[in-house]
């Protein structure tokens, strides 16, 4: 068991990453899962933070900017801050497939959030060809969302949770029409402004 500091070990991991990532023309971000370079959630929390109040691109005359795909941008953002170089490929699940990531960034007045096809808690392997090895279910996919409301469409939450664990966070469960939605109050959003919660608890590093 290492004991060397959380922060420590992130900024380890971060620097194999950029590397790795630089040595290869295909984007690390978009390769299978490997176990050494995984970050736990707190690593996560860690290098993520200085995404807090990260304003989304806009225009000459500050108006926001429908970037597309939706969300990408901050897909990137998140990549960057983990070490990767280049940015992950677009429509996948999870979105940093290395990482077993998938990032939902919302800046709606009234939040929903869509997990797709892929109920967060359920424990079925995906069936994929990047997914032979790991033998990620879906209930081990990792969730990072930003809720950026208006009027300022900065963030101002950020939870890291697994699938398994999305269901106690916000009290409520991913219901399913033909996709899977989460509704996320504006009680639970004003409770917890400017937090970033791992697990379900307030990250302080």
């Known amino acids: 068991m290492s ?3 959380a922060a420590d070990l992130a900024l380890a991991k971060k620097q ?28 996560l929390a ?15 005359d500050n108006r926001i900017l429908e970037v597309r795909p939706k969300g990408h941008w901050f897909e990137f953002e998140v990549a960057k801050a983990l070490g990767y170089h ?24 009234s939040v929903t959030i869509d997990f797709g096809h892929h109920r967060p808690g359920a424990v079925k392997v995906l069936d994929a060809r990047w997914n032979e090895k790991a033998r ?18 900065r963030v101002t939450v950020m939870v890291l949770a697994t699938g398994a664990e999305i269901d106690s966070i916000f009290g409520v469960s991913p219901t399913q029409t033909i996709r899977y939605q989460l509704g996320i109050s504006k009680r639970w959003r004003e409770e917890h402004a400017g937090q970033i919660l791992a697990s379900g608890k307030p990250f302080a590093g």
Request: hydrophobic content about 40%; aromatic content about 6%; proline content about 14%.
């Open 136 to 153: 990620a279910r879906v209930c081990d996919i990792r969730y990072l969302i930003a809720l950026a409301p208006p009027p300022s469409f």
């Open 46 to 60: 860690t290098l993520l933070k200085p995404l807090m109040g990260i304003d989304a691109p806009r225009d000459g």
């Open 3 to 5: 004991l060397m500091p």
């Open 86 to 109: 280049y940015p992950p490929g677009a429509g996948l699940f999870p979105d940093l497939r290395n990482q077993l990531l998938e990032v939902k960034h919302h800046r709606g007045k």
């Open 16 to 43: 194999r990453i950029h590397g790795l990532d630089l040595a290869d023309g295909d984007p690390l971000a978009n390769a299978p899962a490997d176990p050494s370079l995984l970050y736990s959630l707190q690593e």
